[in-house]
T-cell receptor, first 116, second 110 residues
Framework: KAGVTQTPRYLIKTRGQQVTLSCSPISGHRSVSWYQQTPGQGLQFLFEYFSETQRNKGNFPGRFSGRQFSNSRSEMNVSTLELGDSALYLC???????????????FGPGTRLTVT | GQNIDQPTEMTATEGAIVQINCTYQTSGFNGLFWYQQHAGEAPTFLSYNVLDGLEEKGRFSSFLSRSKGYSYLLLKELQMKDSASYLCATETDSWGKLQFGAGTQVVVTP
C-alpha cells in the first residue's frame, strides 16, 4: 500500500509570491491534516479536511488556506509569502471517519519551502 | 490551553535503555501519540495510548497516566539507528489536530 505522497518536495519562492502544495493520502484515508514544522516553533497544526470539508483550523493567518477534492487529495495554498513562511510543510492522513477522533496519523515526506 | 513538556536531549550508549518522559496539560484530552523523526525526514508513528497503562511493541514501550498527565516512551536495546528526535503529541476532542511537544533528541553513542 502506497504511503502519503507530497509534491513538490522542494520549493524556492520569493516574498510576495504564492504557492500551492499537494498531498495524496493513503488509499482509503479520508482525513488529511496539514502541519508546519520550523526549528523555532516545532510542529504546528494548520488545518484538517474530511470529505472535502474543513473541520478544524489552527492559529494561522488567512494567507494559509486549503481544500480537499472528492478523491481525498488535498492542497494547501499560501499567498503573499513572507520570509517566516520558510518551513517544512507536512501532511498526514488517517482513517478517521465522520464521528471518530482516535486514529493514528501517517505523515508524508513533506515539502521544504524556502522563501527568499 | 495546551502545554507539552519533554526533555530537549538525551544521550545513551548502544544496547542501553532510555526513557523519554512527556508531561502535558491538555483540555479535552483524547489520547497520546509518540512519533520518531530522523533528521530531514517525516515523523513516523511509533505508538498510541488512550487508556492508562503500558503498551509494548518490540523494543519500544509507551506508558500513559491520564490522571497525572504523564507519558513515557521506553527504548530498549538501543541501536545506532535509534538516534532521532522523539515527539510526544496529544490528541484532543478536536478533529485531526495533534498538539506536538518540541521533541527529544536521542543520541546513541557506540
Amino acid at each position: 500500500k502506497a504511503g502519503v505522497t507530497q509534491t513538490p518536495r522542494y520549493l524556492i519562492k520569493t516574498r510576495g509570491q504564492q504557492v500551492t502544495l499537494s498531498c495524496s493520502p493513503i488509499s482509503g484515508h479520508r482525513s488529511v491534516s496539514w502541519y508546519q514544522q520550523t526549528p523555532g516553533q516545532g510542529l504546528q497544526f494548520l488545518f484538517e479536511y474530511f470529505s472535502e470539508t474543513q473541520r478544524n483550523k489552527g492559529n494561522f493567518p488567512g494567507r494559509f488556506s486549503g481544500r480537499q477534492f472528492s478523491n481525498s487529495r488535498s492542497e494547501m495554498n499560501v499567498s503573499t509569502l513572507e520570509l517566516g513562511d520558510s518551513a517544512l510543510y507536512l501532511c498526514a492522513s488517517s482513517l478517521a471517519a465522520g464521528g471518530d477522533l482516535s486514529y493514528e496519523q501517517y505523515f508524508g515526506p513533506g515539502t521544504r519551502l524556502t522563501v527568499t | 490551553g495546551q502545554n507539552i513538556d519533554q526533555p530537549t536531549e538525551m544521550t545513551a550508549t548502544e544496547g542501553a535503555i532510555v526513557q523519554i518522559n512527556c508531561t502535558y496539560q491538555t483540555s479535552g484530552f483524547n489520547g497520546l501519540f509518540w512519533y520518531q523523526q530522523h533528521a530531514g525526514e517525516a515523523p513516523t508513528f511509533l505508538s498510541y495510548n488512550v487508556l492508562d497503562g503500558l503498551e509494548e511493541k518490540g523494543r519500544f514501550s509507551s506508558f500513559l497516566s491520564r490522571s497525572k498527565g504523564y507519558s513515557y516512551l521506553l527504548l530498549k536495546e538501543l541501536q545506532m539507528k535509534d538516534s532521532a528526535s522523539y515527539l510526544c503529541a496529544t490528541e484532543t476532542d478536536s478533529w485531526g489536530k495533534l498538539q506536538f511537544g518540541a521533541g527529544t533528541q536521542v543520541v546513541v553513542t557506540p
